[in-house]
């Protein structure tokens, strides 16, 4: 019979049909290769049956072909197997559900957390030798850095690293550990055996082109507060210069500062860009 008669026994579209020959899992038994009509066997409706079957109850096609040819017995078995499966997931979405309220609730809790103790770290932090501003400067670039908190939406991937209570980065995002070996930047700028913050800044340019940057300061341990550290240094050398300032936003730069305690007792820096 042709495609048109045999989708009418079965009850289907014949593109459905023609959708199951492209996969392989009906083949008409005979195609005109002077007109490329497809026609089909009655009995093949059966196999139809088995196939339709199959793919309503969510085997995929490579499932459902090694199906093709089994038994009525192993087909009951697979539907059994399929429910199970079915369930499990069912079961694993349901546990989700009650989840879910208390990871959101766990969340706002850590993103409160967090904004405590940047803020906490920072007002214990007197940037005027090291970084040579005043009080009323820091209180500009704390009242900044507070607002951003307040209005920036936190998400898990914010959390590069954890601050533990000493306001160390105890555990920073791997791509930075060993910023200086990795293949990915290349050094354009570096200092090293500086005393203040303030000797650095101002040595150099972080060029406009919309690239990435990365400061890396090693420091002496007895350079407490790394975490007001690098949120001052940023400050400062973002608001040295307000046009810069304007164009980096303006091309969306991303530019980052990891302050880690440097082997040798002395200040290194390092400013380094993304190949």
């Known amino acids: 019979m042709t495609i048109k008669e045999f989708s009418r026994l079965c009850g289907c579209n014949p593109q459905t049909l023609r959708y199951y020959d492209h996969v392989d899992l009906l083949k008409p038994v005979k195609v005109d290769s002077w007109t490329g009509y497809r026609y089909y066997d009655e009995d ?8 339709k079957n199959l793919q309503m109850a969510g085997f995929s096609i490579n499932e459902i072909r090694g199906l093709l040819d089994a038994d009525n017995d192993t087909i009951f078995k697979a539907f059994s197997a399929k429910i199970k499966e079915q369930e499990d997931r069912l079961q694993k979405t349901r546990e989700i559900r009650q989840s879910y309220l208390s990871e959101v609730q766990r969340m706002k809790e850590k993103v409160k957390e967090f904004r405590e ?48 209570d000493d306001g160390d980065a105890a555990r920073e995002e791997p791509e930075y550990l060993n910023v200086l070996n990795n293949p990915d930047f290349e050094v354009i700028y570096e200092q090293h055996g500086w005393e203040h913050a303030r000797e650095v800044i101002g040595k150099f340019t972080v060029p406009d082109d919309g ?11 007895d350079k407490e507060n790394p975490t007001a550290f690098a949120n ?4 400062v050398m973002l608001g040295a ?12 730069q991303k530019l980052g500062c990891n302050v880690t305690v440097s082997e040798d007792g002395q200040n290194h820096f390092w400013l380094l860009k993304r190949k």
């Open 44 to 51: 093949q409706a059966l196999q139809y049956v088995k196939i």
């Open 117 to 164: 103790t940047v803020l906490s770290l920072m007002e214990d932090y007197d940037p005027t030798e090291e970084f040579g501003i005043t009080a009323d400067e820091y209180r500009e670039i704390v009242d900044s850095l507070t607002t951003y908190l307040d209005t920036h939406e936190f998400t898990e991937g914010d959390f590069d690293y954890d601050l533990s």
């Open 211 to 221: 690239k990435e940057y990365m400061l890396l300061f090693t420091i002496s341990k």
């Open 232 to 235: 001052t240094d940023l400050s």
């Open 241 to 252: 210069n307000l046009k810069s300032r304007e164009r980096t936003c303006q091309n969306s």
